[in-house]
């Protein structure tokens, strides 16, 4: 079954880590560039991070509210991608999903986690 | 950064309804949109991809179009499973973005 389990998520005091995880099976995943995007509690979607594969020497972008606090990689050997949170702040509490983008040209999310929540609070 | 800018933000509308969704950028996309729907507590599922190519599985009663600014999304013959929240994005360059969703409620 192609699919991507999200998980690692928790409650986190504010200035903390997580590590979060993505398992994906069904598909090759090396073929594909991987995001993280999350959405805070009653809010809408906000892209995270994007890692690409290594055709593209495993380049990454991320958004400027985590940039120099979040560390987006993957594993193509173990089919998974994570992203290291850290310096974690009260504003980052939302269920965090991977993603699959399409194609590297048409870059649109086809497959999604079921999502991880991660709440920073003290 | 581009903005996307949906509306409605919410609408109401009943079964057997067709209704329609706005998405416009804040520049020029080309067809670079994609549309999503969300139920609560579940992830995003993709309807549309490049404007208005319709993701497989997904049935014909979505459809997508326009270029460069302005886009739609049109639901024909709505049903209950229809009612949700739906979101455009925006793949042309970086950041992503998301509008802010469209509340589809049943009337």
């Known amino acids: 079954e192609v699919q991507l389990v999200d998980s690692g998520g928790g409650l986190v005091q504010p200035g903390g880590s997580l590590r979060l995880s993505c398992a994906a099976s069904g598909f090759t995943f090396s073929d594909h560039y991987m995001d993280w995007v999350r959405q805070a509690p009653g809010k809408g979607l906000e892209w995270v991070a994007r890692?690409?594969?290594?055709?593209?020497?495993?380049?990454?972008e991320y958004a400027a509210s985590v940039r120099g606090r979040f560390t987006i990689s993957r594993d193509d050997s173990k089919n998974s991608l994570y992203l290291q949170m850290n310096s974690l702040k009260i504003e980052d509490t939302a269920v965090y999903y991977c993603?699959?983008?399409?194609?590297?040209?048409?870059?649109?999310?086809?497959?999604w986690g079921r999502g991880t929540l991660v709440t920073v609070s003290s | 950064d581009i903005q996307v800018t949906q509306s409605p933000s919410s609408l109401s509308a009943s079964v057997g309804d067709r209704v329609t969704i706005t998405c416009r950028a804040s520049?020029?996309?080309?067809?670079?949109l994609a549309w999503f729907q969300q139920k609560p507590g579940k992830a995003p599922k993709p309807l549309i991809y490049?404007?208005?190519s319709l993701q497989s599985g997904v049935p014909s009663k979505f459809s997508g179009s326009g270029s460069g600014t302005d886009f739609t999304l049109t639901i024909s013959s709505l049903q209950p499973e229809d009612f949700a929240t739906y979101y455009c994005q925006q793949y042309k360059s970086y950041p992503v973005t998301f509008g802010q969703g469209t509340r589809l409620e049943i009337k």
């Open positions: 890692t690409r594969g290594k055709a593209n020497r495993y380049t990454t």
């Open positions: 993603a699959r983008v399409f194609s590297s040209a048409i870059r649109y999310f086809d497959l």
């Open positions: 520049q020029d996309i080309n067809n670079f």
């Open positions: 490049a404007a208005s």
